[in-house]
């Protein structure tokens, strides 16, 4: 492992004189004056990046003899926490901050303006919208899904370098909560003294995991970021199970789901690791549990009584206070499908409603429309089925509620559609609302083993989704936030590109959002919108998503017709509704137009622009191939209620379109992608290697199956 310690020893009063070229966009010298008393590691965080910037923009000292003073102030009676006020007059920029955190997104605010090439620092005033603002970050080691591809991320995610420069992604673009997941985090964090037998690492290999826990948790409350060790329940270590012959899915790591051991043995070690914890890393904040998988058997009121006889008793028997996040039940029933009930709500309403150890509101977690929120803006269901409102009716005292806003349908190409975020805040933040969640299961944003060609930028793989990050954090801080400020770092990026990657990145990333909103799938493995694949009707296994399945499909979005319904109606419009062949058309239109917005750019050798273009080309097409399908699935459709051959033509018709956009995605995609692993693609299949060349053989064979039947073999399909 490799680390790194943050020198905090600056001077209290810090005045320096940077000489800066403004990306070369100036042709005179520009000077500035930082000048702070604060000795917060938050404010010295923001002065640092600020430098860190004029020193790669240096220039020597010209005749230029402006001098811009940047003065930082801290006030809490007039700003809330993580608020900031930039206050420009003449040659003095005031940053006056709520808190420490406040001031650094300040100085960080003045660092973004200045990399536009502003000499004249914009006045601003932002309040944070919501305070909770989180990314979930599932770790290697541990993990709840067990594969070579998620292993791959191991030495990266045990390398401080890596998490210096996510923490200060996260910082720049106002995440505030770092939320770490995985099976049973205890073993590589505590050592216990009653049950040494669970960890089998040597005092030396302990110590160098507790060092990078350390400065983990460190470098992020040094970036005002709040970090939270979440587990599933009830797994333990490997060695402490053989030791004690208990929870046999802690041993074989087969699976993720089964039989709840709620031995006492099994409890009393669980308080040790929650007490050990605590105590041994005072810059960790808080812990996050879940009611699920490893409880099988078990009912709800054994399941929150386990809870509170572990977890909440060994944060109570702590020298400290932690925060807590309480995912909510993810069964109703004994078993660890998904599934809710009213009743469940209203005990986890009850235990929350005591639960008065903890530091803070209490968080609870639930997922917006299951594994896919990259979806409907509209609440559908949650894990499991339908969300009451027994969470918040009547109104809690003593925990807020934040939606998990999960991505398992996008990993490789890039993302970016502010509209859609604005708008789901706008439906979905209520007074008991204090925030999101967004990450994924299947993915680990760590090492970059996507990018195949020499020359792009990106060391690990969450910055090859840096507009993803952008959008996601800053509208969670700000709604307001304009358009013009992510076309301003599309522009500092791709000099003269920004507004056409911006406009036509926004366009094309709708594309995913309408698939899942259209296909309405469940758990993780269901959808991959990304390639085209998910579970059909028949036997669990990642395929392409089928003409016949799509056919008969209800979609998630309430305002989608599906195609059996709109067929079965005339094919009538309905006010308020939109026809699958509307919902189409649309889909062609801002495909095309996207298509057409970076035709002219030209990429030159300028590999990151190159792999810009190509994804929100890929995009296009893969939305066209969705648009020319859903046409054909209508016809198909038609023809099995009237068996008049001319929709039977249709269908063909449009699915040897959808076939030929598919050759275009793979065109553009097979010159920057390799085959990589993914996690979905390796369910209930011979191989976990994607890329859309390999699905072409499915798009070629499902056309093929269609101009091969007549229509008695259709209705016998049917």
Avoid at 376 to 383: G, N, R, S
Wanted: charged residues 25%; glycine residues 6%.
């Amino acid at each position: 492992m490799k680390f790194i310690q943050k020198n905090l020893s600056l001077p209290i009063i810090a005045s320096m004189l940077l000489f800066l070229c403004i990306g070369c966009k100036k042709e005179s010298a520009f000077t500035i004056n930082i000048q702070n008393t604060i000795n917060s590691p938050q404010v010295l965080h923001g002065i640092d990046k600020l430098t860190d910037f004029a020193e790669k923009n240096t220039i020597t000292i010209a005749d230029n003899d402006d001098v811009l003073i940047i003065k930082t102030v801290l006030d809490s009676s007039a700003l809330k926490t993580e608020a900031f006020l930039i206050n420009s007059s003449d040659k003095l920029v005031t940053v006056t901050g709520g808190d420490a955190t406040g001031i650094m997104y300040g100085l960080l605010d003045i660092k973004e303006q200045l990399a536009s090439g502003n000499r004249t620092i914009e006045n601003k005033e932002q309040t944070p919208s919501l305070a909770f603002r989180a990314l979930k970050f599932n770790l290697p080691w541990e993990a709840y899904r067990s594969s070579e591809t998620l292993e791959a991320h191991t030495e990266t995610c045990k390398d401080t370098l890596f998490w210096r420069d996510f923490l200060d992604m996260m910082a720049e673009n106002r995440f505030n909560k770092l939320t770490l997941w995985n099976l049973h985090p205890f073993s590589r964090m505590v050592k216990t003294k009653k049950y040494p037998e669970a960890c089998s690492l040597s005092d030396e290999e302990m110590k160098t995991w507790e060092t990078l826990w350390h400065t983990l948790f460190r470098m992020a409350k040094d970036r005002g970021i709040e970090t939270y060790m979440v587990n599933w329940n009830i797994f333990v270590s490997k060695e402490f199970a053989e030791h004690h012959k208990v929870s046999p899915i802690s041993i074989k790591k087969e699976t993720h789901v089964g039989v709840g051991d709620t031995s006492r043995v099994v409890k009393d070690y669980m308080r040790e690791c929650v007490r050990a914890t605590i105590d041994k890393y005072p810059d960790l904040t808080g812990l996050g549990i879940t009611l699920g998988e490893g409880m099988g058997g078990m009912t709800a009121e054994e399941r929150e009584e386990w809870i509170l006889e572990t977890v909440v008793e060994g944060a109570r028997q702590a020298e400290r206070t932690i925060k807590f996040i309480h995912r909510v039940p993810l069964s109703a029933g004994t078993g660890s499908g998904g599934s809710t009930d009213v009743s469940v709500e209203k005990l986890t309403r009850r235990t929350l409603d005591t639960l008065t150890c903890f530091g803070g509101p209490i968080n609870i977690e639930l997922k917006f429309n299951w594994s896919h929120g990259h979806s409907t803006p509209k609440l559908v269901k949650v894990h499991g089925g339908e969300l009451k409102d027994t969470y918040w009716n009547p109104m809690p005292e003593n925990y807020y509620l934040a939606w998990m806003i999960r991505n398992e349908d996008f990993f490789i190409l890039r993302w970016g559609q502010p509209d859609f975020i604005r708008q789901h805040m706008a439906e979905n933040v209520h007074p008991y609302v204090n925030g999101y969640y967004v990450g994924s299961e299947t993915y680990i944003p760590a090492k970059d083993f996507i990018t195949s060609l020499e020359g792009a930028s990106a060391n690990y793989a969450f910055e090859r989704q840096w507009m993803f990050y952008k959008v996601w954090g800053h509208l969670l801080y700000n709604p307001n936030t304009p358009d013009a400020y992510f076309i301003q770092a599309f522009e500092n990026r791709f000099p003269n590109n920004g507004k056409a990657l911006f406009n036509a990145q926004t366009q094309a990333s709708k594309v995913p959002l309408v698939i899942a909103s259209y296909w309405n799938a469940k758990w993780d493995f269901t959808l991959y919108s990304e390639g085209m694949l998910g579970f059909n009707d028949g036997p669990p296994a990642v395929k392409l998503l089928s003409l016949q399945t799509l056919a008969n499909r209800t979609p998630m979005d309430p305002r989608y017709m599906g195609i059996k319904e709109f067929v079965d109606s005339g094919k009538k419009a309905v006010l308020g509704k939109i026809t699958p062949i509307q919902l189409a058309d649309s889909l062609s239109t801002f495909c095309n137009g996207a298509l057409k917005i970076v035709q002219p750019i030209n990429s030159g050798t300028n590999t990151d622009l190159l792999y810009e273009k190509s994804d929100i080309q890929a995009w296009a097409y893969l939305g066209l191939y969705f648009s020319d399908k859903l046409k054909s699935a209508v016809a198909y459709q038609e023809y099995l209620k009237t068996e008049e051959k001319i929709f039977y033509q249709e269908a063909v018709m449009y699915l040897e379109g959808a076939t030929k956009n598919w050759s275009k995605l793979v065109d553009v995609t097979k010159p920057v992608y390799q085959p990589v692993p993914i996690e979905h693609k390796g369910y209930r299949v011979k191989s976990n290697l994607f890329h859309w060349s390999i699905v072409q053989e499915e798009v070629e064979a499902e056309l093929k199956w269609l101009k091969a039947l007549d229509l008695k073999s259709i209705k016998e399909l049917n």
